[in-house]
């Protein structure tokens, strides 16, 4: 209910155009993905969500092409020479090169074109294994959030070089439940 409350306050200060980053780092199985999954279903506008899977995470930017699979057509409402960066790197359009700065900038750009009708949370799970271009871009995006209405959600596991990289943001550690809210999981 706690960890809950801080998703819910989270979400509610983004109805209001209020942007944030949090960060749900805990070990292996502690319910990280639950309460990602509980933030989906009690966000209101935009759901984006990626999962970073272990052995994808060698993979450029396949992370931040799942973030925007549904949403290539916003990609119109950001500067050309962005959206020819994420079109090339999202392999739906021409192949060209593109820095690792102009791809950040219109990661950015598109989440805040996103949010211009609403609400985005963008959820992150597994973030350990997300693949680093993926990564650096989204982080570069959650330190420039101000009053676009974005909520970034990372879960991460303790332990891994990703949680300290992502340290920067608020942390909410997870940890184990306590007797009688594990007695109402199991009933």
Not at 51 to 63: F, M, R
Not at 125 to 150: C, K, P, T
């Amino acid at each position: 209910d706690q960890e809950m409350a801080v998703l819910r306050s989270n979400l509610a200060d983004a109805r209001t155009g209020t942007s944030s980053v949090l960060v749900l780092e805990g070990d292996p199985g502690i319910g990280k993905s639950a309460l990602l999954a509980e933030a989906r279903q009690a966000a209101e506008g935009v759901v984006l969500s990626t999962v970073g899977v272990e052995t994808e995470s060698d993979i450029a930017y396949v992370n931040l092409a799942d973030v925007f699979r549904h949403h290539y057509s916003y990609l119109k409402s950001i500067p050309d020479r962005q959206a020819d960066a994420l079109a090339s790197v999202f392999a739906i359009g021409p192949s060209k090169p593109a820095d690792r700065f102009t791809v950040a900038a219109a990661t950015l750009n598109l989440l805040a074109a996103i949010a211009a009708n609403g609400p985005v949370l963008v959820a992150i799970d597994d973030a350990q294994w997300v693949d680093q271009a993926s990564l650096g871009a989204l982080m570069f995006a959650g330190n420039r959030l101000e009053a676009e209405g974005i909520v970034l959600m990372f879960a991460v596991r303790s332990g891994q070089p990703v949680a300290q990289r992502l340290s920067r943001f608020r942390t909410l550690t997870i940890g184990g439940l306590d007797v009688s809210a594990a007695r109402a999981v199991v009933a």
